[in-house]
């Protein structure tokens, strides 16, 4: 097969990965002596988007999508009939660097079926990796899929060519993964990230002498859970992204609505999950991140589930309306960030500003406040939000939720 | 009058110049010197404008808001900054922070819309290989909505040192030599060379990454508008991938399911030697143990360690944060204090079987971090079936019992530390001391008392350490 061939399988075969952040790594630049190509600069650049909305950074491909694995999500799973394709070491680093010099992303990501072992497939993979940036100088950024039942000593060899390691929890449960995934084992993974936030921050540390401990993957480690693929709840999602933010410190959890895939196995549900499911996930886990909401203040219906229709935040302040309306010109950050509209750059923006003066519905404005949203909530200096029971903030009309698909 | 579009140097002399000679903004006209001859004479005596001396400071943030601004396409950017400028020399305090003020406010949007052309040219640009005379370079076309083009180009300077290219725009043209930058005048598309080799290559990688089950063309067009798509080689797949994308998705519904899982062919890992001895096999089925809830949010289970023969056995409390990630027990910075107390005290700690009464870590997740949560008496009594097999098998000479929790379940009542410390506590076939956790030492917040409590703990090992050997 040529290389256009394989890359149209592999390339396919790998948009199931969420991720594509190039983002948090430390700076580098192929300025210097030691020349090389590539740069990375903090913030992570998006240098296309797909007519899915999804922004392509890396070049996310596997290195083969023959797998001894039979995960029954995956379009890869050994008893799936898709043709196979692998690549040399040699060509993922061609058109990695073909790719970047065009100036067409921020550098790879690499993923894999298992072939043969576990070990051996890591092997291959970390081989990507250090022929980039040891023979080729290769700056740009590096993300590695790893696997959890590889030895550790290639986890701490793929940290130090890899900007960001990650491994994917694939389901919310464990019963889930046992079901879909029978040869995947849940406590292996989760031991695995353990030693991965063990290295990550040892990584981080310099000694009482200054020196830098050994690189190991600088931008952290992400994972990806697929939604709608089991029975799992809103709550369980996010209870289960909770502990993993705190125990593992993950940079990221992303969220894959299960989406059919061709030769798909009978025990999948036959539909996709919507994809606003999905994205109200993603709302929430900002909320927990950054908002200092928690998962049960936000997954609240008797099935444990968010509100399609409405963001989680509009629908924890429509069930809080005793909390409201809030002035911002009093308000504290906490109480802020708990307004439907207000994002925390805003908050942030709002609080310099009612340094100098009293906050008025202009100044809102100006802060480009979405004011539609806003206004019910909010008391300024020359508006007051007027008896919230009347408002219906855009309560949803019921099954609003399959039309959003 | 300024030298060309992005005359930073002219325009912060012009206006260092104008502030000092009291000059208010409503007496000051800007203009840009046209392009006919922009190359011809720059540096000439164009700027009229006075070059008094004296001390002229404004924000620092000011001056790099004004850098940013002043690569903005609107002919006003230069009055607007004089504006802001003068205001700060004028003496007005905390401009920068008064955000919603609409002369900062219009600055800030100007400057926001020459950083969103800033990086969308970093993303945008696609350069072309071209071969000429053997030497390899690459030549790219874009086409900037601001003046963006000398600032930015420093950023293709270090990602792409060791290349030789060129940007061409309308307006300006781009060029690095391996060595140095320098700018000419714009360009016209037809100076680029078409598509080169590698273009197929990216168009179909585009194509293979999208899924046509999600289709989401307005997230796609807000990231990536249209004007920028006809300098974009994936951009033409476009059209088509939209187009087909519904009858991709109903095929893969459609089709019945082909293929039955087939059976398992699981691979072994090197299983590790199995081993009779009972503490080993404890130690393995404790891996599994469902005595309790304490499993389901942590790691792993978190045995004890040491030679089955130790004559001293430590108990802690519960395994921690670094321990669940390690699955070893004292490891975290309770486990270095206690490593630290220990070889003060002449103990070494490969001679010692050291373990938990809780073997798995109780926590409430707080954000990015973990909070310890006490064991109540239920999880200790859960997990007494696994420290018993351990105190059974290894039988120690002395068990030191690190705080109350350990000193609970191993005597089966509560303890109060200072009542009982220090002082020998017979067991069946043990001697037992009671004595403070090493996570105590570290949440001391007075250093005198951190002091007189960690020296306490070491002299209570040392009598551990005597009477093991005795």
Request: charged share 25%; proline share 6%.
């Amino acid at each position: 097969m040529d290389l256009l061939g394989k890359l149209e399988i592999l390339a396919d075969a790998a948009k199931y990965d969420a991720s594509c952040a190039s983002s948090g790594t430390d700076k580098r630049n192929s300025l210097g002596r030691d020349g090389g190509i590539g740069s990375t600069e903090g913030m992570g650049i998006c240098h296309a988007y797909a007519p899915d909305g999804r922004c392509i950074s890396l070049l996310k491909i596997l290195l083969t999508n023959a797998c001894i694995y039979d995960c029954l999500y995956c379009v890869n799973r050994r008893s799936s009939n898709v043709k196979r394709a692998r690549f040399t070491i040699e060509e993922v680093v061609t058109l990695t660097l073909g790719f970047y010099r065009r100036n067409c992303i921020e550098g790879l990501f690499l993923s894999s079926g298992i072939i043969r072992t576990p070990d051996y497939t890591m092997e291959q993979v970390i081989g990507v990796a250090r022929c980039l940036r040891e023979e080729h100088g290769f700056r740009g950024y590096i993300h590695l899929k790893t696997i959890p039942d590889a030895d550790p000593e290639l986890l701490a060899e793929a940290g130090k060519y890899a900007d960001r390691l990650s491994i994917n929890v694939e389901l919310p449960s464990r019963e889930g993964l046992g079901a879909l995934a029978p040869e995947k084992d849940f406590a292996g993974i989760r031991r695995t990230m353990g030693r991965m936030r063990l290295r990550i921050e040892a990584g981080r540390e310099t000694s009482h002498t200054g020196r830098r401990a050994p690189r190991f993957s600088p931008a952290g480690q992400s994972t990806q859970v697929i939604v709608g693929a089991d029975a799992s709840s809103d709550r369980d999602i996010l209870d289960m992204s909770t502990n993993l933010y705190g125990s593992y410190g993950l940079k990221r959890v992303y969220y894959s609505a299960f989406s059919p895939i061709p030769d798909a196995s009978a025990a999948l549900p036959p539909k996709a999950a919507p994809l606003v499911r999905e994205h109200r996930l993603y709302q929430a886990d900002w909320l927990l991140r950054f908002y200092g909401f928690a998962a049960d203040e936000l997954a609240t219906d008797a099935a444990g589930n968010m509100p399609l229709a409405i963001d989680p935040k509009l629908a924890w302040a429509l069930e809080h309306r005793e909390n409201f309306p809030t002035d911002v010109n009093k308000a504290t950050r906490e109480q802020l960030l708990r307004v439907p509209g207000m994002g925390v750059k805003s908050v942030d923006r709002l609080i310099r500003a009612r340094r100098f003066r009293g906050l008025r519905l202009d100044d809102l404005a100006r802060l480009r406040l979405p004011m539609g949203k806003v206004m019910p909530w909010v008391v300024t200096v020359d508006h007051r939000a007027r008896g919230l029971d009347s408002v219906t903030l855009g309560k949803p009309a019921p099954q609003q939720g399959e039309l959003l698909l | 009058m300024l030298a060309h579009e992005v005359d930073w140097g002219g325009w912060r002399d012009a206006a260092r110049g104008l502030a000092l000679s009291d000059v208010s903004p409503d007496e000051v006209v800007w203009s840009v010197r046209t392009s006919s001859d922009l190359f011809a004479d720059a540096d000439t005596e164009d700027v009229r404008t006075p070059r008094p001396g004296g001390a002229f400071t404004v924000p620092r943030a000011l001056v790099g808001l004004a850098e940013t601004v002043i690569q903005a396409r609107e002919p006003e950017r230069f009055a607007l900054l004089y504006r802001l400028i003068w205001r700060a020399h004028r003496g007005e305090k905390h401009l920068l922070e008064q955000t919603t003020d609409p002369e900062l406010h219009r600055a800030n949007r100007m400057a926001q819309a020459v950083r969103r052309d800033t990086h969308k040219m970093r993303a945008f640009v696609r350069f072309r290989e071209v071969v000429e005379n053997g030497a390899t370079r690459y030549v790219a076309w874009f086409e900037p909505s601001h003046f963006i083009v000398e600032a930015n180009a420093a950023f293709f300077v270090r990602r792409f040192a060791t290349m030789t290219w060129s940007i061409l725009t309308p307006y300006r043209s781009a060029h690095w030599n391996g060595v140095e930058t320098s700018f000419g005048p714009g360009a016209n598309p037809a100076e680029v060379p078409d598509d080169d080799c590698l273009a197929e290559y990216w168009r179909t990688y585009f194509s293979s990454i999208f899924n046509p089950a999600r289709l989401k063309i307005s997230a796609m067009t807000s990231e990536m508008p249209r004007k920028y798509w006809k300098n974009l080689p994936e951009a033409a797949a476009i059209p088509e991938l939209i187009r087909a994308a519904r009858g991709r998705v109903d095929a893969m519904v459609e089709t019945p399911v082909i293929s039955a899982p087939k059976p398992t062919r699981r691979f072994e890992q090197a299983a590790p030697r199995p081993s009779n001895s009972p503490l080993a096999r404890a130690k393995a089925e404790a891996a599994e143990c469902r005595r309790c809830h304490l499993w389901e949010p942590a790691t792993q289970t978190v045995f004890g360690e040491g030679p089955p023969d130790a004559s001293i056995m430590m108990i802690g409390e519960q395994a921690g944060d670094h321990e669940d990630l390690a699955g070893r027990p004292f490891v975290g910075p309770a486990g270095q204090l206690l490593d630290r107390a220990m070889a003060e005290a002449g103990i070494d700690r490969t001679q010692v079987y050291v373990t938990n009464a809780v073997k798995h870590f109780k926590f409430e997740p707080r954000g990015k971090r973990r909070i310890h949560a006490r064991p109540d008496t239920g999880e200790i009594a859960a997990c007494r079936f696994w420290l018993d097999i351990e105190r059974a098998e290894v039988a120690p000479k002395v068990t030191l019992l690190l705080g109350a929790t350990a000193a609970r379940a191993v005597l089966g009542r509560a303890v109060t530390i200072s009542r009982e410390r220090s002082r020998p506590i017979p067991l069946a076939g043990s001697t037992a001391f009671v004595t403070v956790h090493p996570a105590y030492l570290l949440r001391l917040p007075d250093e005198a008392a951190r002091a007189r409590e960690y020296a306490a703990f070491v002299a209570d090992l040392r009598v551990a350490a005597l009477l093991a050997a005795a």
